[in-house]
């Protein structure tokens, strides 16, 4: 995929925010940055971030509830904690929260830069590991863009693949149309792209998944929030 790395960086000092921003861009990533804890939070929910940089003394809520609060809405959201000192206890609390790594202040660009990619490259294979994808009596073999539901065989487009993998690494919540045309995609946010792309596939893919495309059991609709592959029983 071609499209940008979007990293969100949460920092109240704004030397180090600065500093942050420049160093990201200058190394390809799109940033995003809040200065406060409870705009931080906000904005880590809309899942649009590759990975965050959370630091943990803010403003209005510490990293520590904002990691925790991230990881209860969303296990696999990338994130590296700033910590302030090289004390262990941030540390460990920090990582037992469920941060991917942390990165000590005052802390090196390279440094930085190597944990980043780390973390961004640990969590694509992630991704890519979902060889196959099984429910109720569909099963999908993500290599060979076949499956089968009950005894009929089914075949899928790239497309479609790409679409069941990420709703199935985040079966956990409802995915938005605009999550979808970002992560699956590959478009930039905040380009007015025809959410109806998106539709389209998913009626495809119900299609072939599901017993009543109309009546959806596995690819549900959530009212508001987008859609959810049902994986477990
Ligand atoms: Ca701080």
Not at 33 to 39: K, V, Y
Not at 82 to 110: H, N, R
Not at 174 to 196: F, H, M, Q
Request: charged share 30%; hydrophobic share 35%.
């Amino acid at each position: 995929m071609s499209r940008q790395i979007q990293i969100l960086v949460v920092e109240d000092e704004e030397a180090i925010r600065t500093g942050l921003i420049d160093v990201l861009v200058f190394h390809g990533y799109e940033v995003d940055s809040s200065a406060t804890g409870p705009e931080g939070l906000s904005k880590a929910l809309t899942g649009k971030f590759d990975l965050v940089l959370l630091d943990i003394m803010l403003p209005g809520m510490d990293g520590y509830e904002i990691c925790d609060r991230i990881r209860a809405e969303d296990r696999h959201q990338p994130i590296i904690m700033l910590t302030a000192k090289t004390s262990d206890e941030e540390i460990i609390q920090g990582l037992t929260l469920g941060a991917d790594d942390y990165v000590s202040k005052p802390f090196s660009i390279q440094q930085l830069v190597l944990r980043i990619e780390a973390v961004l490259r640990r969590s694509q294979v992630g991704i890519e590991q979902a060889r196959s994808i099984c429910f109720r009596d569909v099963e999908i073999d993500t290599e060979n863009l076949s499956g089968r539901n009950g005894s009929e065989e089914l075949t899928f487009t790239r497309r479609e693949i790409e679409l069941l993998k990420y709703l199935a690494l985040h079966s956990d919540r409802p995915i938005s149309r605009e999550e979808l045309l970002t992560k699956v995609w590959g478009y930039a946010r905040n380009l007015d792209i025809e959410t109806r792309t998106v539709d389209i596939h998913i009626a495809k893919i119900r299609r072939k998944i599901e017993t009543d495309p109309r009546e959806p059991e596995n690819l549900i609709t959530v009212r508001g929030a987008g859609y959810r592959l049902v994986t477990e029983t």
